[in-house]
């Protein structure tokens, strides 16, 4: 049931764009506040964006404006849609979930690596 299974990462040049998606149970997107969150190597983690129950979205200043984080519960999924790639974007990036706390992440996915070269 917490199964969060990521896909859509991969090699693009700066000002590219990528759609990563996360497929869960449909419980889960449709009751779960949802987010991406990222780590570069050497770096702490960085949660991208969010997205709560009621479809309230939270980006970090880092990625405003070019990212855009959505849901269709019709097909289980989570989306994160970037655009303008820039290379400090390149990191793995991970699908988390929770049912009760927003930014208190208790399922992961299991990353999925975005590379942006110059």
């Known amino acids: 049931q917490g199964q969060l299974v990521e896909s859509g990462g991969g090699s693009v040049q700066a000002g590219g764009s990528l759609r990563l998606s996360c497929e869960a149970s449909?419980?889960?997107?449709?009751?779960?506040?949802m987010g991406w969150s990222r780590q570069a190597p050497g770096q702490e983690r960085e949660e991208v964006a969010r997205?709560?129950?009621?479809?309230?979205?939270i980006y970090a200043d880092s990625v405003k404006g070019r990212f855009t984080i959505f849901r269709d519960t019709a097909k289980n999924t989570l989306y994160l849609q970037m655009d303008n790639l820039k290379p400090e974007d390149t990191a793995v990036y991970y699908c988390?979930?929770?049912?009760?706390?927003?930014?208190?992440?208790?399922?992961w996915g299991q990353g999925t690596q975005v590379t942006v070269s110059s």
């Open positions: 988390v979930a929770d049912r009760y706390v927003c930014g208190s992440w208790s399922n």
């Open positions: 449909r419980w889960i997107v449709s009751t779960y506040c």
């Open positions: 997205i709560d129950v009621g479809g309230t979205m």
